[in-house]
């Protein structure tokens, strides 16, 4: 069966002729049609595309595509089905990827539900803005994470053990380790921050595989995945400015 996709080139022309709808709801209300059109979809694509699950198809605010939200990704379809956009939308006006804000927005956590007392606690200075991060012992971008949050204050940080396997072989081992060892959060600063291998020993590692499951359900599939008191998120080792712009904005919204 022929697949036809739209090009990155055709999609950024026709987002650059849409300043019309640049402020519209990032999720309009469904009208009659668009119910009619999201039900085609979902039989469309169920038919072509049989081995995709597919969560939810919603018009996106732009009219000439629908979201469609699967395990762990968002792509966009035009509403016949025949046109898939595999990839990211990016604002070329501000730089942003606006499709990986969508796909946040659409994945807020509720802080407060978040199971702290499985994470590693870090209180520093006042400890009076919060962050959590979930972290792999073998991804170098949390490492370099890691050596960023040394240079800020006032916060209380709570890393979530959350080792990808697949990608970084080993990272469960490791992860064990730390969490095994009398102090969970000295043993992880000496091998995130100096590579120094905490001795092995044997503890309950069940409660990992709790962590595991949430990020799972979190649809975390890279790390560092930072997610902030009002419960937005964002992946990968931002710098020490950027994070600070983070908890900036979460001022002017309390």
């Known amino acids: 069966m022929k697949k036809l996709f739209i090009s990155i080139n055709l999609v950024?022309?026709?987002l650059m002729t849409a300043d019309t709808f640049a402020d519209k709801p990032a999720t309009p209300a469904a009208s009659a049609d668009d119910a009619v059109i999201i039900a085609n979809l979902q039989k469309t694509l169920s038919q072509r595309l049989p081995k995709l699950h597919i969560d939810k198809i919603q018009s996106s605010q732009w009219p000439f595509f629908y979201e469609v939200i699967t395990d762990g990704e968002m792509?966009?379809?035009?509403k016949t089905g025949d046109y898939v956009f595999l990839g990211k939308i990016m604002n070329t006006q501000t730089r942003e990827d606006v499709t990986e804000q969508r796909w946040n927005s659409l994945n807020q956590v509720?802080?407060?539900?978040?199971?702290?007392?499985?994470?590693?606690?870090?209180?520093?200075?006042?400890g009076s803005r919060r962050l959590a991060v979930f972290a792999d012992p073998h991804c170098p971008f949390c490492?370099?994470?890691?050596?960023?949050?040394?240079?800020?204050?006032?916060?209380?940080?709570?890393?979530?053990?959350?080792?990808?396997?697949?990608?970084?072989p080993g990272a469960t081992?490791?992860?064990?380790?730390?969490?095994?060892?009398?102090?969970?959060?000295?043993?992880?600063?000496?091998?995130?921050?100096?590579?120094?291998?905490?001795?092995?020993?044997a503890c309950n590692t069940g409660q990992m595989d709790t962590v595991k499951q949430l990020g799972e359900k979190l649809k975390i599939n890279g790390t560092?995945?930072?997610?902030?008191?009002?419960?937005?998120?964002?992946?990968?080792?931002?710098?020490?400015?950027?994070?600070?712009?983070?908890f900036k904005k979460l001022d002017k919204k309390s």
């Not at 008191?229 to 983070?246: F, M, V």
Request: with cysteine.
């Open 224 to 246: 560092p995945t930072l997610i902030f008191e009002d419960g937005h998120r964002i992946p990968g080792a931002i710098s020490k400015d950027d994070l600070e712009q983070e």
């Open 75 to 78: 792509f966009y379809v035009d």
């Open 143 to 168: 490492t370099r994470f890691e050596k960023t949050l040394r240079d800020v204050d006032n916060v209380t940080v709570y890393t979530f053990l959350y080792p990808l396997e697949g990608l970084h």
């Open 110 to 126: 509720e802080f407060n539900t978040l199971p702290l007392n499985l994470a590693l606690k870090e209180v520093k200075g006042d």
């Open 12 to 14: 950024l022309s026709l």
């Open 173 to 201: 081992e490791r992860a064990k380790l730390v969490w095994c060892a009398k102090d969970r959060l000295s043993a992880w600063h000496d091998w995130m921050l100096s590579q120094k291998a905490t001795p092995a020993t």
